[in-house]
C-alpha cells in the first residue's frame, strides 16, 4: 500500500502497518512540548483535580518563552509556577530564558525524523522541518497527552505544494509561505498535512524550511512536513533514517509552482492572506522595523537582514529580538549581530515579546510597523490601531533602510 510521508508518521505512533486517510487512530506520543504561557500555568490545576502525574517526565519538554522578560506580577507569578512545576514533576528537559520554544527544541536536539509529538502551541508544525509529526494542541488535549502518553488523531489527506527551480537572491522561504496563505488564504491547508516539495525546497538550509513548517500554521493546516535528507543529518550532527513519501501516494491535491518567478511578498493589515508582491506596497511608509519571532529571527533570519543592512544605517526605529541565546551569540561571534547595531539596530530579549503582544515594547496606536513574525492580526501585536506589514527579514531590513517598503533585490545587487 502507498503512504504519504503524514500516513507512515501516524501508522508508526499509532502501532500500525499502515493507516487510511480519514479514520481516526490512536497515537503514542514520543515528545510533549509546553511553554509558559500554554503549559504549567494551565495543566498544573487539572492534574491536581485529578491526582495525576506525568506519565513520562523524560518526554516532557518545557521552555519558558512568552512572559519573559516578567514585567509585571502576572508575568513574574506565570514564570515561577512553570520553575516550580518542572521541579515537582521531576521533568529535566526545562530551558529557562533561553529562547522561543518552536527554535529551542530542535537546537537541543528533541527533535528527530519518525517522531510523534504534539505541542502546547499553534506554530508546533515547526518540528515537521525534521520528518517529524508534530502539530498543536489546546491545554485539556494535552493534559490527556501528559497523564496517558497517547492522543487520538484523524489521519490527515496531504496536500503537496512544490515549487521547482531556484528561490532568486533576496527571497526567501517566508516570501514562499505569504505567497501560498495570499493564494489559498488561512484556511487552505483544510486542517490536513501540507508536504513541502520540489528542488527549491530542498535547496533551503533547515532554519528556512522551519520556516515553512512554522507557518503551515497560518495556511490552516494540522502540520506541514518534509522528507528528511542530508540537510537533516547536516543539522542534526549525526546519522537518521530516511522518511518520505511513497512515490504513487494517494494526494488531496498537488500545486506547483516556478521559484524563480516568485517576487519577495508582503501582507498587509490585518491578515497573512492580505499578501502582494512587494512592488504594490512601495508607497508604504512605516515608522517601525522589527525582526523578530520564530518565524523571523532565527540565526539565518538574521543574516539575511545583516547582508541588506551592511554599512547602511536604518532610517526608522529597528527592532532586532534573536529568536534564541544560542542564535544569537552566534550571531554575535561571526559579526552579524554587530551589522545590525552598527545600522541601529535595538536588541531586544530572546522571546516572543511583540509577536504575541507580551512584554513593554508592544506597538503603540500610531505605530505602522513592517515585521517579520507570523501574523499581523487586528490588536495582536500591541495597540488595535496599529498597522502591521508582515515580510521577510531582507525586507524588513531593505524597507528599514530605504524609509518605506522596498524590495531588498534592489540592494543586493
Not at 519538554?61 to 506580577?73: E, K
Amino acid at each position: 500500500m502507498k503512504q504519504t510521508l503524514a500516513e507512515k508518521l501516524v501508522s508508526r505512533a499509532a502501532g500500525r502497518a499502515s493507516v487510511t486517510a480519514g479514520e481516526i487512530v490512536t497515537c503514542k506520543v514520543d515528545l510533549a512540548m509546553m511553554h509558559d504561557s500554554g503549559g504549567p500555568r494551565r495543566v498544573k490545576p487539572m492534574l491536581e483535580r485529578l491526582g495525576a502525574k506525568v506519565w513520562d517526565p523524560s518526554k516532557v519538554v518545557v521552555i519558558t518563552d512568552h512572559y519573559l522578560p516578567a514585567y509585571d506580577d502576572d508575568s513574574r507569578k506565570i514564570i515561577r509556577i512553570a520553575r516550580d512545576w518542572v521541579r515537582e514533576a521531576g521533568i529535566d528537559n526545562f530551558y529557562d530564558a533561553q529562547g522561543i520554544c518552536h527554535i529551542v527544541l530542535p537546537e537541543r536536539g528533541h527533535l528527530r525524523p519518525g517522531m510523534f509529538a504534539a505541542g502546547g502551541d499553534s506554530h508546533s508544525p515547526t518540528g515537521g522541518a525534521f520528518a517529524a509529526y508534530m502539530f498543536g494542541v489546546g491545554a485539556t488535549e494535552m493534559l490527556g497527552v501528559l497523564v496517558t502518553g497517547e492522543i487520538w488523531l484523524k489521519v490527515p489527506h496531504t496536500i503537496a505544494m512544490e515549487f521547482d527551480g531556484r528561490f532568486a537572491d533576496g527571497v526567501s522561504a517566508k516570501d514562499a509561505m505569504l505567497f501560498l496563505i495570499g493564494r489559498f488564504g488561512l484556511d487552505g491547508g483544510q486542517y490536513q498535512a501540507v508536504e513541502y516539495r520540489g528542488a527549491a525546497i530542498r535547496a533551503l538550509p533547515m532554519q528556512e524550511r522551519m520556516t515553512l513548517y512554522n507557518m503551515a500554521a497560518e495556511l490552516g493546516a494540522q502540520t506541514g512536513l518534509i522528507a528528511s535528507d542530508d540537510v537533516t543529518r547536516e543539522f542534526l550532527k549525526s546519522d537518521i533514517e530516511i522518511w518520505e513519501s511513497d512515490a504513487e501516494a494517494a494526494l488531496l491535491a498537488h500545486h506547483r509552482f516556478d521559484a524563480s518567478t516568485l517576487p519577495p511578498q508582503v501582507a498587509a493589515p490585518h491578515t497573512p492572506a492580505n499578501t502582494r508582491p512587494v512592488h504594490e506596497f512601495i508607497d508604504v511608509k512605516p515608522n517601525l522595523a522589527y525582526i523578530g519571532a520564530c518565524t523571523g529571527a532565527k540565526l539565518a533570519d538574521l543574516r539575511m537582514a545583516a547582508r541588506v543592512l551592511k554599512r547602511r544605517r536604518a532610517k526608522m526605529r529597528l527592532m532586532v529580538a534573536p529568536a534564541s541565546l544560542r542564535d544569537q551569540q552566534a550571531a554575535e561571534r561571526e559579526g552579524t549581530l554587530k551589522i545590525l547595531t552598527d545600522a541601529g539596530a535595538e536588541l531586544l530579549p530572546n522571546a516572543c515579546g511583540i509577536c504575541a503582544g507580551f512584554g513593554e515594547h508592544v506597538l503603540p496606536a500610531d505605530a505602522v510597523a513592517i515585521s517579520s513574525t507570523a501574523r499581523n492580526f487586528k490588536g495582536r501585536m500591541g495597540s488595535p490601531a496599529s498597522q502591521v506589514y508582515l515580510a521577510s527579514p531582507y525586507t524588513v531590513a531593505a524597507s528599514a533602510v530605504a524609509g518605506r517598503i522596498a524590495d531588498p533585490r534592489e540592494l543586493l545587487r
